[in-house]
């Protein structure tokens, strides 16, 4: 399905909600998608507007120009937001509705006409574009998908991907830092007994999560740089790996043709 940028986000996600909705009660979600299907929020480290400000310079600092952006896995449009006014065109994908309609007020109340929003997946999206873009970008979002899921992505995203455009996964989860991260070695106020207590819950968090078929760790997957290079070599990219700012146990992939 094509979707014309002339007309408004809000508009245009309102009316193939309904047929998208219909459509996919019908099949079984898979864990992430049952897991998003009421969330409202991007889960940011800090929700105020003065930190979502920086993280999205950071971003636009990386995603250096282009005219137009595809923000795969918008969420609430915490970041879209920000990154509608340095572009002429951009659209924001989620498979979660509630996710989306929390975008489509705030795309509503800052007035961003160029803005449209899209209800499907890393697999339904590619049917949905009715043209390429400048810059393809995923900001705490691949970490939902597998090592596959990651190829298939970047192969799609190649098609959809301008000449001298980028494809920029913001915020995956580095396996080497985010177990040290989690039981609180980067905290300032760390200690042996804090960090004991933090590993021995995080065993039971674990063992109670796969009993009851619950993803075990709500941040989705850890992916190695390496691993996410060579997907990206082997779809024609080059990428460059660089350090989150705001998260120290996240990092960047920049993927380009080169
Ligand atoms: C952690 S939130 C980040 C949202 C947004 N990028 C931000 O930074 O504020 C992850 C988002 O990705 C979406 N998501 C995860 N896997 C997805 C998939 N396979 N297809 C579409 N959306 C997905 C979720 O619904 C959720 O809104």
Redesign the pocket.
Known sequence: MAVGHEKKGSEIYEKNRSVEYEKKILKPK?V??E???D?R????RSSAEEF?AM?AREKLFHLDGGKTLL??????????VYYAPEYEKTIG????PS??EEASKKIKERNCENTTLIL??????WDKLDSSFDRI?????????TYQ?IDD?IFNASKYINKDGKIVL??MLDPRLYPLWKIGLFSQDKSCRKILSKVVCGVKNSISSSLKKRPRDI??YSHYPNKIKKIANKNGFEMICVQSMYYEYKYHAIIFRS
Request: hydrophobic share 45%; net charge negative.
């Open positions: 898979n992430w998608e897991f998003f299907a969330k929020s991007g889960g940011h979502l993280e923000d795969f896995g918008c969420g609430a449009g915490e970041l879209l994908v989620d498979f979660s996710m989306l499907a997946d890393d697999k339904t999206v970008n995923a900001a705490g979002v691949l970490q939902y998908l899921e992505f913001f915020d941040l989705g």
